[in-house]
């Protein structure tokens, strides 16, 4: 079992940043990978950021390519998404996910074994 705990979310301006946690209560470097997915009303999940246990591989969605930085700190079991000159369309809650044994579909909500409950972000224009 692994519990996920995102915090930092909130209302931001356009062109603003805010930094995202997600906390996990199990060490780090026995979780595959981590990633944030976003959910905005009416749409689909849809992929944001991934990082590998080393830290060393990172993937990002298009859209979000350049503004957002997703990191780990496995001594404190901790995953942030750093996300500058946010816009309106990142309106969304954001969930980090746990994945325990990768099988290469980093984009896929399926490849994940494990969800927090999400934080909402509103970036207002």
């Known amino acids: 079992q692994v519990q996920l705990v995102e915090s930092g979310g909130g209302l931001v301006q356009a062109g603003g940043s805010l930094r995202l946690s997600c906390a996990a209560s199990?060490?780090?470097?026995?979780?595959?990978?981590m990633g944030w997915f976003r959910q905005a009303p009416g749409k689909e999940r849809e992929f944001v950021a991934r990082?590998?246990?080393?830290?060393?591989?990172?993937y990002y969605a298009d859209s979000v390519k350049g503004r957002f930085t997703i990191s780990r700190d496995n001594a404190k079991n901790t995953v942030y998404l750093q996300m500058n000159s946010l816009k309106p369309e990142d309106t969304a809650v954001y969930y980090c996910?746990?994945?325990?044994?990768?099988?290469?579909?980093?984009?896929?909500?399926?490849?994940?074994?494990?969800w927090g409950q999400g934080t909402q972000v509103t970036v207002s224009s």
């Open positions: 199990r060490r780090a470097y026995s979780i595959d990978g």
């Open positions: 990082i590998s246990s080393s830290g060393i591989n990172r």
């Open positions: 996910a746990a994945d325990l044994n990768y099988s290469g579909s980093y984009y896929d909500d399926q490849e994940y074994d494990y």
